[in-house]
């Protein structure tokens, strides 16, 4: 009975361990930064849109493309100007249209710099 109860105890603590690794937020190093200008001729008119990114690389060496807009939260009054590569980052997204969209950014460590 001890043995049934250990085992069911250990297969739930499991369980709830890969739940919060899926949750948590994701970190790693800035490894570029980049603004692309789009534009367009429409009916006659032009019409523009600029789409922000970044690369990140986690600890594993998996790397993420994510991309920003005016809706994601920058913490602790960071501006995506200030952002360099070799900063490390904590951040939240939601995957939308086949790419990873910011929810939330945090720097915890700026980059040295020269």
Same mark, same amino acid.
């Not at 739930?12 to 949750?23: N, P, Q, R």
């Not at 990140?56 to 998996?62: C, L, N, P, R, S």
């Not at 920058?74 to 939240?92: A, I, N």
């Given at each position: 009975?001890? +043995? ?18 899926? !949750?948590?937020?994701? /970190? ?8 692309? /200008? ?31 807009? /005016? ?15 070799? !900063?490390?980052?904590?951040? !939240?997204?939601?995957? +939308? ?6 929810? /939330?950014?945090?720097?915890?460590? +700026?980059?040295?710099?020269?």
């Amino acid at each position: 009975m001890r +043995k049934a109860l250990s085992v069911a105890l250990g297969v739930f603590l499991l369980a709830a361990a890969a739940v919060y690794a899926k !949750d948590r937020p994701h /970190e790693g190093k800035i490894v570029s930064l980049e603004t692309v /200008e789009k534009s367009a001729d429409a009916s006659g008119e032009r019409v523009a849109s600029v789409q922000n990114f970044m690369v990140v690389q986690g600890a594993k060496g998996d790397q993420w493309t994510l991309y920003w807009n /005016e809706s994601t939260k920058f913490k602790s009054g960071l501006m995506p100007s200030q952002l360099r590569q070799g !900063d490390t980052v904590h951040f !939240d997204f939601v995957s +939308k249209d086949g790419k990873m969209w910011l929810t /939330e950014l945090r720097r915890s460590r +700026k980059a040295d710099r020269d």
